[in-house]
């Protein structure tokens, strides 16, 4: 399961992991897991020590919340865009710019709808069949 591969590093910075809810998702495994280990890899990389995450399925949509700094509302359309990068007080990491695009194209050609918020006390990224 994806968020025992997460269980040690959420422990090491006391990051609380939640979930909710299942569901059958008749697509492409492997590319659907890709796509879930990259909303994984941002919400710890953005989870800040003692934060959370959260999976959530509800009416047909998975819900990745973390705990941590918005992204800047003007950011949010470009996010799925290659080499883009949220703003840089947000950014804590030294990737390209790639894991959103390849997801936004993983999505798409899955023929799934996607997108990302900023919720209180935090960020949730989304896709829905």
């Known amino acids: ?7 040690q590093q959420c422990s ?14 008749k697509t492409d495994f492997m590319l659907i897991e890709k796509v879930l280990d990259n909303f ?14 959260s999976i959530k399925i509800i009416n047909n949509t998975l ?21 883009v990068k949220s ?6 990491s030294k990737g390209t710019g790639l894991g ?4 936004g194209k993983i999505l798409k050609s899955l023929s799934l709808t996607y997108g990302v918020y900023n919720k209180e006390g935090g960020v ?3 896709f829905g069949w």
């Open 124 to 126: 949730v990224f989304w």
């Open 100 to 103: 959103l695009s390849i997801v």
């Open 40 to 53: 994984f890899t941002n919400a710890l990389t953005y989870t800040e020590e003692g934060g959370e995450i």
């Open 12 to 25: 090491e910075r006391n990051i609380a992991i939640n979930s909710e809810g299942d569901a059958v998702i």
């Open 63 to 83: 819900e990745f919340y973390n705990s941590g700094s918005h992204i800047p509302e003007e950011e949010l359309k470009d996010i799925w865009e290659p080499f």
């Open 87 to 92: 703003d840089k007080s947000r950014s804590k």
């Open 1 to 7: 399961m994806l968020i025992n591969r997460y269980t």
